[in-house]
């Protein structure tokens, strides 16, 4: 039985490998931050000059949220560049300017 307030993920996704706070936090929309079960994708950040293994967090409609932290990014952007797949969801908000997100890795069938 699932606690009052639970909300699935967007679509479905497989089983989180990791899960972690977006940083540098931008509203959206009105200038609120998106509900728990928003779906996000992970992206490479190539603007990011200090940090080369940088990830981007957006909504799956494009909007800029964040990105996270050094020690996530550094541990989940070499799977983003050989190809897999990184989205997630919003688990919940921290109060003030932190959103929680569990992260799933994903490859499509028939991608080497």
Known sequence: MRAAGWRAPCS??????VSTYITG?????GNALP???TEVVLQRDLS?????HALS?????GERLGRIS??????????VAAG????GWIEQGKGGSQ??????????????
Request: no cysteine; net charge negative; hydrophobic share 45%.
């Open 12 to 17: 479905p996704l497989p089983a989180p490998v």
């Open 25 to 29: 936090l931008a509203r959206v929309a």
């Open 35 to 37: 509900p728990a079960g």
């Open 48 to 52: 990011d000059l200090y940090d080369p």
């Open 57 to 61: 967090v957006s909504t799956a409609d």
């Open 70 to 79: 050094p020690i996530h990014s550094r541990m989940l952007e070499p799977f």
């Open 84 to 87: 897999y797949s990184a989205r």
């Open 99 to 112: 959103l929680r997100i569990s992260v799933a890795l994903t490859r499509e069938a028939g991608d080497a």
